[in-house]
C-alpha cells in the first residue's frame, strides 16, 4: 500500500527569476506588519491585486485570449508560495485566481468568460464562493437556496453564509438546487451571480478576532438571464466538487502561520538554547515535507491527473502544522519578557484565528473520511 | 520511475518478500548477493549495480516494507562510506525503511479492519476507526515524501539539510503510525504469531538508530537559526530551483 506516490517535482527554470519579481513587489507594495502577514490569503487588498494583475501574475496559465498569460502550472505554483510566504496581501483576488477563473475557462459560456475572465487577470474582478447555508454545512448535498425558470433566465432564491469575501467580491459562484423537489446531489446548478444584481444583499459576520472577512449573502427572486448558468444544469454537484483538489492541496493549507515561524527563528538567533533548537527544527522539517507534498501534488494536476487523495492528505497535515505552530510558541515563550514582543502580537492573532485552519474548505473529520475512503474504509 | 529501477523493485520485491523477517546472513545472503543487491551503490566500473540515490531509496524502502530480517541497507552503504558520511546515509536508510514499514502496517491495519467483524459489521465501518486511520495514512504519506525528497537532494549533492529534516519527520510519524496499528488490531497484534510485530518492532528500533528526534531536531534547528529568520525560505526554495 502506497497512499502518496511521490517523484520527483521539475521545477520550471524560471523559478528564480519569478522569486525574484515576486520578492520585488512584496518589499514594495507588501503589508509590513507581521500580525498582518499572517494568514494572508484572507487579507483583500485590491491595489496589491490590482498590481499584480500589472505585473502578470494572475490567470498565470490561462490562455492570452482571456487575459491570460499561457505560463506553466508549476511557474504559478512558484509565485504563490512566495506570495503566502512573503504574508502578501492576497485576499481580494485568491479565490478567482485559484478556482472561479479556471471553472469559468473549463465550463462557462462564451460570454461569461468574456465578462470575467481578463478581468480576474487584470486583478480588477474578484470572486466569492458560494457553497454553505445555514442548514447545510458538512452536509453540503442538502443546499437548498433554489433556481426557478422564468421564460429565458432564472430567478434564484434563498441564503448562502460564511462567505468569504462577498464584500469586495464582483461575483459569486454559486451551488443551488435548480429541479424543485429533486434529493441530495441530484438538481443541482451552479450559477454565477454579479454581487451588484438587484436581490443581492450582503451582510457582514464578523469574527471573533474582531475582524471583517467572512458575509451572508441573501437572494430575493434575483434575476439572471440564461448565460449565468455555468456549465450544465443538473451537473452541479460534479461541477463543483471536481474543483476540490485544486483547493485543498496548494500551499495556503500549510503556510497561514509560517510568519510566526519567522519570528520564532529570529527570537532564537544568538540565545543558543536548546529547546528552542529543537522546536524550530522539528517545524523546519514539518514545513519541509509539506512544501514537498504539495508540490508534488501541483506536479500531478498539472499533468491532468486528479489526485484527490493526496490532495485532502496535504490539507490534513498542512491544517494540523499550521495550528500547531501558535500553540507550540505560546507553550516555549515567555511572554512577559519584553524582548518577545512580536512574537506574542503574531502568535496571539494566530491562536485566534487559526480554529478556522480546519473549518474552512472542509473540517477536518470530512477530510479524514474522504481519506478512510480511499484506503477503501467506506 | 525508470525502467532500471521498475526492474530493480521487480526483482526485490519478491525476493524481500519471502526472505522476510526470518532471514539472516548467514543462510540468506548468497540470494541477495546473487542479484548483486550489497554492490547496489558501487559504480558499475568498480563491478558494481551502479544504483543512483533513488534506486536505494526503492530498496531500502521495499527492505522496510518486508521487515527484512538482514540489514541490507547496512551493507550497501558500507561499501560506499564510512564515518560521518556512513551514519547521514544509515539515516537516510532508515527513514526509506520507515516509511516502507508504515506503509506495510498500513496495509495490514486495513485489512484487518476490513475483515474482522464486531457489533455486527466490519471494524472499518466505524467512524473512529476510520478517522484514527486516516491520520497514519497522513503519517506515512509524509515519511514516503520526506524520504522521496532525501533521496533527491542526495542526487543533487549536499543533502545534511534533507537528510536531518526526512529522517526527524520519518522518526515522528512512527509515533502515531504503531499506536494507530495496535489499537485498531486489539490482542491479536500484540501476538508473536502474527506480523504486526514485525513492522512495529523494526519501527522502534529504527527510529531511536542514527539520530532520534532530539539528535535531529537540535542539529537542523542550530543550522536554521544560524543562518537566520530572512534566510530560511529563500534557503529553502534554493534547494529544489
Ligand atoms: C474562515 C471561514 C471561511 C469560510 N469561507 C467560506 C466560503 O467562502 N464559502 C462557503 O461556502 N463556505 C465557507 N466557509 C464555511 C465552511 O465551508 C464550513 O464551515 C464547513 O463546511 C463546516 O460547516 P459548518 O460550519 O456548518 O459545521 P458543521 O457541518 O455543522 O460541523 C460542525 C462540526 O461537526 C463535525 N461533523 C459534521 N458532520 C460530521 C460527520 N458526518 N461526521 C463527523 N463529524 C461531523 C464537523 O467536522 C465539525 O467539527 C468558511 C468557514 C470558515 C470558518
Not at chain 1, 515561524?261 to 529570529?266: A, D, N, S, Y
Not at chain 2, 508504515?102 to 496495509?107: I, S, Y
Request: hydrophobic share 45%.
Amino acid at each position: 500500500m502506497q497512499t502518496f506516490v511521490t517523484e520527483a517535482v521539475d521545477w520550471p527554470d524560471s523559478a528564480p527569476a519569478l522569486r525574484e519579481q515576486v520578492c520585488a513587489l512584496v518589499v514594495e507594495h507588501g503589508e509590513r506588519d507581521p500580525v498582518k502577514r499572517a494568514n494572508s490569503w484572507t487579507k483583500a487588498d485590491p491595489g496589491f491585486s490590482r498590481k499584480l494583475g500589472e505585473a502578470g501574475l494572475l490567470g498565470m496559465t490561462w490562455p492570452a485570449e482571456y487575459g491570460g498569460h499561457e505560463r506553466s502550472q508549476l511557474e504559478r505554483y512558484v509565485v504563490i508560495e512566495e506570495l503566502l510566504a512573503a504574508g502578501a496581501p492576497v485576499g481580494a483576488h485568491w479565490i478567482a485566481d485559484r478556482q472561479s477563473g479556471p471553472l469559468l475557462l473549463r465550463l462557462g459560456n462564451e460570454e461569461l468568460k468574456r465578462r470575467w475572465v481578463p478581468a480576474i487577470a487584470r486583478g480588477e474582478a474578484f470572486a466569492c464562493i458560494g457553497l454553505s447555508e445555514p442548514g447545510s454545512g458538512s452536509d453540503l448535498a442538502s443546499v437548498r437556496t433554489s433556481a426557478r425558470r422564468d421564460g429565458d433566465g432564472w430567478v434564484i432564491s434563498g441564503q448562502k453564509v460564511w462567505t468569504t469575501g462577498a464584500h469586495v467580491s464582483h461575483f459569486m459562484i454559486a451551488l443551488v438546487r435548480s429541479e424543485a423537489g429533486s434529493e441530495r446531489q441530484q438538481g443541482l446548478s451552479q450559477f454565477v451571480i454579479p454581487m451588484d444584481t438587484p436581490g443581492v444583499t450582503v451582510k457582514p459576520i464578523i469574527d471573533l478576532t474582531g475582524a471583517h472577512e467572512f458575509n451572508e449573502v441573501f437572494f430575493e427572486d434575483v434575476r439572471l438571464p440564461a448565460s449565468a448558468l455555468l456549465g450544465t444544469e443538473g451537473e452541479g454537484w460534479k461541477q463543483a466538487t471536481a474543483e476540490l483538489s485544486l483547493e485543498r492541496s496548494g500551499p495556503e493549507r500549510y503556510l497561514s502561520s509560517m510568519v510566526l515561524f519567522l519570528e520564532l527563528v529570529r527570537h532564537a538567533e544568538g540565545k543558543d538554547d536548546p529547546a528552542l533548537m529543537e522546536m524550530v527544527g522539528r517545524l523546519a522539517a514539518e514545513a519541509w515535507t509539506l512544501r514537498l507534498m504539495s508540490a508534488s501534488v501541483a506536479a500531478k494536476l498539472a499533468r491532468g491527473e486528479d489526485p484527490a487523495l493526496e490532495a485532502t492528505i496535504v490539507k490534513d497535515l498542512g491544517n494540523s502544522y499550521e495550528q500547531a505552530i501558535p500553540q507550540l510558541v505560546q507553550s516555549a515563550i515567555d511572554f512577559d519578557d519584553a524582548d518577545a514582543e512580536i512574537l506574542r502580537a503574531v502568535c496571539f492573532y494566530l491562536l485566534q484565528v487559526s480554529p478556522s485552519f480546519s473549518l474552512r474548505g472542509g473540517t477536518r473529520e470530512i477530510i479524514r473520511g474522504i481519506i478512510a475512503r480511499g484506503l477503501g474504509l467506506r | 520511475m525508470s525502467d532500471t529501477r521498475r526492474m530493480l523493485a521487480e526483482m526485490a520485491d519478491p525476493l524481500f518478500a519471502d526472505l522476510g523477517p526470518g532471514a539472516s546472513e548467514d543462510c540468506d545472503l548468497s540470494r541477495l548477493e546473487e542479484l548483486g543487491l550489497p554492490l547496489l551503490l558501487v559504480s558499475e566500473d568498480e563491478g558494481g549495480f551502479g544504483g543512483d540515490w533513488l534506486d536505494a531509496l526503492t530498496v531500502f524502502r521495499l527492505a522496510g516494507y518486508h521487515a527484512l530480517g538482514i540489514d541490507l541497507p547496512a551493507l550497501i552503504v558500507a561499501r560506499v562510506a564510512e564515518g560521518e558520511r556512513r551514519h547521514e546515509l544509515m539515516a537516510f536508510a532508515r527513514t526509506a525503511q520507515i516509511a516502507g514499514a508504515l506503509d506495510a502496517a498500513l496495509a495490514l491495519s486495513v485489512g484487518y479492519v476490513n475483515e474482522r467483524q464486531q457489533f455486527d459489521r466490519a471494524l472499518g465501518k466505524f467512524q473512529a476507526v476510520q478517522q484514527s486511520l486516516a491520520s497514519f495514512a497522513c503519517e506515512a504519506a509524509a515519511a514516503n515524501c520526506a524520504a522521496m525528497g532525501a533521496a533527491q537532494a542526495l542526487g543533487r549533492g549536499s543533502a545534511q539539510f534533507e537528510i536531518a529534516a526526512a529522517k526527524l519527520r520519518a522518526n515522528r510519524a512512527v509515533e502515531i503510525g504503531t499506536t494507530v496499528a495496535h489499537q485498531v488490531h486489539g490482542a491479536i497484534g500484540f501476538t508473536q504469531e502474527y506480523a504486526l510485530h514485525q513492522l512495529t518492532r523494526r519501527l522502534w528500533q529504527w527510529r531511536s538508530e542514527y539520530g532520534n528526534d532530539a539528535f535531529w531536531s537540535r542539529r537542523l534547528g542550530k543550522a536554521v537559526i544560524a543562518r537566520g529568520a530572512d534566510s530560511f525560505w529563500p534557503d529553502l526554495t534554493a534547494r529544489t530551483d
